[in-house]
């Protein structure tokens, strides 16, 4: 059985920094990209940053120069660094897992509220 569970959420000024973790079980972590989404209210959900497992990284053109993906292989665990947040960075954050190229293995964490606000 699959489980991402998210944590490093909460609140912060404007300008602050936040350290999203998602712990993955229940996969072959090192072969899986990795994901993280976000839906802010009234919103769709859209992706924030991936991570494939040989290392390739996309980044939302809104989260560029301010967010880092990384994972560690060895703990089974994905990260987003997020630096200089603004207030529209104020969403639910969601991790993401699948094997690319292999149709029903897209799984997702419940989600954690980032709220960015003076």
């Known amino acids: 059985q699959v489980q991402l569970v998210e944590s490093g959420g909460g609140s912060v000024q404007p300008g602050g920094s936040l350290r999203l973790s998602c712990a993955a079980s229940?996969?072959?972590?090192?072969?899986?990209?990795m994901g993280w989404y976000r839906q802010a209210p009234g919103k769709q959900r859209e992706l924030v940053a991936t991570i494939t497992g040989g290392g390739s990284i996309n980044y939302a053109d809104s989260v560029k120069g301010r967010f880092t993906i990384s994972r560690d292989n060895a703990k089974n665990t994905v990260y987003l660094q997020m630096n200089s947040l603004k207030a529209e960075d104020t969403a639910v954050y969601y991790c993401?897992?699948?094997?690319?190229?292999?149709?029903?293995?897209?799984?997702w964490g419940q989600g954690i509220q980032v709220t960015v606000s003076s």
């Open positions: 993401n897992s699948r094997r690319n190229g292999v149709p029903g293995t897209t799984r």
């Open positions: 229940g996969i072959i972590f090192s072969i899986n990209a």
